[in-house]
Nanobody, 121 residues
């Protein structure tokens, strides 16, 4: 009922920039926190950045100062602006959202399909 659709991934040179977008589509729900995770080959999925509906943002130490997470609540969209990209940023990036459906009491976690980010010369 809720679908997270990611876009913006691709191939960039070291030092370049990308902006990832994730749109939550559907109806009858509200969203609390949204965030971005990533997973590189042979490594566990890790939190990149998160942004609660009304709280402060959170960043992994490896991206702090280079990445910026933001959201547009009217569009149910979360963004990840990635600057000064490094080869070690290469990974599949996944959108995440905590969703509550109307008439229910609990938040449920949804994930996007992932978008590939490759940083290489």
């Amino acid at each position: 009922q809720v679908q997270l659709v990611e876009s913006g991934g691709g191939l960039v040179q070291p030092g370049g920039s990308l902006r990832l977008s994730c749109v939550a589509s559907g109806s009858g729900f509200s969203i609390n926190a949204m965030g971005w995770y990533r997973q590189a080959p042979g490594k566990e999925r890790e939190l990149v950045a998160s942004i609660p509906s009304g709280g402060s943002t959170n960043y992994a130490g490896s991206v702090k100062g280079r990445f910026t997470i933001s959201r547009d609540n009217a569009k149910n969209t979360v963004y990840l602006q990635m600057n000064s990209l490094k080869p070690e940023d290469t990974a599949v990036y996944y959108c995440n959202a905590d969703v509550r459906f109307s008439g229910t009491l609990y938040w449920h976690e949804y994930w996007g399909q992932g978008t590939q980010v490759t940083v290489s010369s």
